[in-house]
């Protein structure tokens, strides 16, 4: 009979007697750290930077190779976006920057690195949605409750914040996202909407094109009478709010306010199948705790929308291929 047992990676030997970090270590060594940090630079994506350190943390050099790897990518990233209307997200770069910085002074953290290397999957991933020359951004993913059942839904808005990912998730989504009819007249959304909310899939499309179908109905037959408030849908945990309400959903298709065209709605959206999200965005959050949460925050989103999104050929995919492949299945992207 055959035996199989386990053997702890640092225990193993190679047929040579050594240990195989020995051999991580010596293959740093004989490469320039230079030359290293330019393949890892050119090539790899961040969660292939984050597995290089773990395998090689051990090495005086691995810190400094994958610090720098980081903050050239960063700083690409940032110069990137210097031609696209995204202040905030550079903001946060900036600081990023200077965390990386700290954090090769201090020695760096796996859990601190892995998270830094997300934040870089996440916006990298993210360029190719330049989309009528309005960048978009994916800030929340999930199950919303509706009149027809659960739809898994994922929202987009040109305006990024870390505090934007964190309300969605510990604000809205661990309260619940469930949406009804409001219970009072309600005031109309006093600026431009936040961002739109699409279906994930053909099942979430049809349902999410019914729920919008409902909505235009309703908003058609009572704007005459001014109940307008009628086409529209807030979150449960709003229902009981009077007039100003933080989480507003309505149709692309009737505008609710005169500047209601100014808003850019991506292309891969149809406005027959998506709501329109107003949010106030001002909820109070703290800022702080917001951009303590960034990674973890990021690192829950991407993994939700890859479980939500399947291809055709249901292949388990990353963050970046679950992303591009979203965007050509809606003829978004062409094939290269």
């Not at 929340?140 to 659960?150: D, K, L, R």
């Not at 704007?223 to 692309?252: C, I, R, S």
């Not at 829950?300 to 291929?321: A, P, Y």
């Amino acid at each position: 009979m055959r035996v199989t047992r386990k053997v702890s990676n640092y225990a193993k030997q190679n047929r040579t007697g050594r240990n195989l970090n020995q051999d991580e270590n010596n293959l740093l060594k004989a490469v320039p750290p230079d030359i290293v940090t330019d393949i890892l630079t050119s090539f790899c994506d961040g969660k292939a930077i984050s597995t290089f350190y773990l395998a090689t943390f051990k090495s005086n050099d691995a810190g400094d190779i994958v610090g720098n790897t980081i903050k050239q990518r960063l700083h690409a990233l940032s110069i990137t976006l210097q031609h696209r209307d995204a202040g905030r997200v550079q903001e946060l770069l900036e600081s990023l920057l200077q965390q990386i910085d700290m954090l090769v002074t201090q020695g760096l953290e796996m859990k601190k690195i892995s998270e830094q290397c997300a934040i870089l999957d996440y916006f990298e991933a993210q360029l190719i949605s330049m989309n009528d020359g309005v960048q978009h951004w994916l800030i929340w993913s999930g199950n919303v409750e509706s009149f027809y059942g659960p739809i898994d839904s994922y929202l987009t808005s040109p305006y990024w914040s870390t505090n934007a990912l964190d309300d969605w998730y510990h604000e809205l989504e661990l309260s619940h996202l469930s949406l009804v009819r409001p219970r009072t007249p309600i005031h109309k959304p006093a600026d431009l909407p936040f961002g739109s909310i699409g279906g994930q899939n053909a099942t979430d499309k049809v349902l999410m094109g019914r729920l919008q179908t409902k909505l235009s109905d309703a908003y058609e037959y009572n704007t005459e009478n001014e109940d307008y408030w009628k086409g529209m849908l807030t979150a449960m945990q709003f229902f009981y709010d009077e007039l100003d309400v933080p989480l507003v959903l309505t149709t692309h298709l009737y505008p609710t306010l005169e500047n209601h065209e100014q808003f850019h709605r991506p292309t891969w959206l149809s406005a027959s199948t998506s709501l329109c999200c107003y949010w106030q965005t001002e909820t109070g959050c703290d800022d702080e705790s917001a951009y303590e949460r960034l990674g973890e925050n990021v690192i829950r989103l991407m993994k939700k929308f890859c479980i939500s999104f399947k291809n055709e050929d249901d292949v388990k995919t990353g963050f970046r291929q679950s992303w591009r492949a979203m965007l050509i299945k809606e003829g978004a992207l062409s094939v290269t």
